[in-house]
């Protein structure tokens, strides 16, 4: 699996997130529609939140790669959807600027 595959996955992620930060430092943490990250932001607060955040990209970047040791496709799809879900996080964060 190529290394530049998970960089990518990390880039969508971190995209997300930082529009995240600007998006809440604007409007406050009501306009997030994911309610898990609502959660996460109000009971473990920033630093839980950022700590869920490389987990999930952790755990995306391993499942793909041992995914891939036996179905290399689907281990690519897997990083694929980690990049769709942070590209859809991002957009939808930068949506709210217009607000």
């Not at 971190?14 to 959660?39: K, W």
Request: hydrophobic fraction near 65%.
């Amino acid at each position: 699996m190529p290394l530049i595959a998970i960089g990518v996955l990390a880039l969508a992620q971190a995209f997300d997130y930082l529009t995240f930060l600007l998006m809440t430092a604007r409007h406050g943490l009501d306009v997030e529609l994911n309610p898990f990250v609502v959660r996460v932001a109000t009971e473990l607060g920033l630093t839980g939140l950022t700590l869920a955040k490389i987990v999930f990209v952790c755990f995306a970047a391993l499942a793909a790669v041992v995914i891939a040791r036996r179905q290399r496709m689907v281990g690519m799809a897997v990083l694929a959807l980690g990049v769709v879900v942070g590209l859809i996080g991002g957009v939808s964060n930068i949506a709210t600027f217009w607000k």
